[in-house]
Nanobody, 116 residues
Framework: DVQLQASGGGLVQAGGSLRLSCAAS????????IGWFRQAPGKQRELVAV???????NYSDSTKGRFTISRDNAKNTVYLQMNDLEPEDTAVYYC??????????WGQGTLVTVSS
């Protein structure tokens, strides 16, 4: 079975840090680009960061400099280190796996709440 398991969310004060994990199984992880998305209440889902198959990262303007995405292909896991969190970062965070000509997979989401 294909699984994309997001974890690591929680409640943190503004200025704090969290590390999210996205653990994959059931497909060839190395072939996939992995992205982190988030959706706040009443808002559309937006891209936070993405990491290529070769490990090259890209970030949204709102997270650049504060968030770091990385991948460990040996563990089939992508991480999102989030520092200097702001209340505006409060959302459900999802990971997504994409690859040309292959199925796309979404994780189930993990809630991040940043208090002011």
């Amino acid at each position: 079975d294909v699984q994309l398991q997001a974890s690591g969310g929680g409640l943190v004060q503004a200025g704090g840090s969290l590390r999210l994990s996205c653990a994959a199984s059931g497909f060839t992880f190395d072939d996939y680009v992995i992205g982190w998305f988030r959706q706040a209440p009443g808002k559309q889902r937006e891209l936070v960061a993405v990491i290529g198959r070769n490990g090259s990262p890209n970030y949204s303007d709102s997270t650049k400099g504060r968030f770091t995405i990385s991948r460990d292909n040996a563990k089939n896991t992508v991480y999102l280190q989030m520092n200097d969190l702001e209340p505006e970062d409060t959302a459900v965070y999802y990971c997504k796996a994409t690859s040309p000509f292959k199925p796309t997979y979404w994780g189930q989401g993990t809630l991040v709440t940043v208090s002011s």
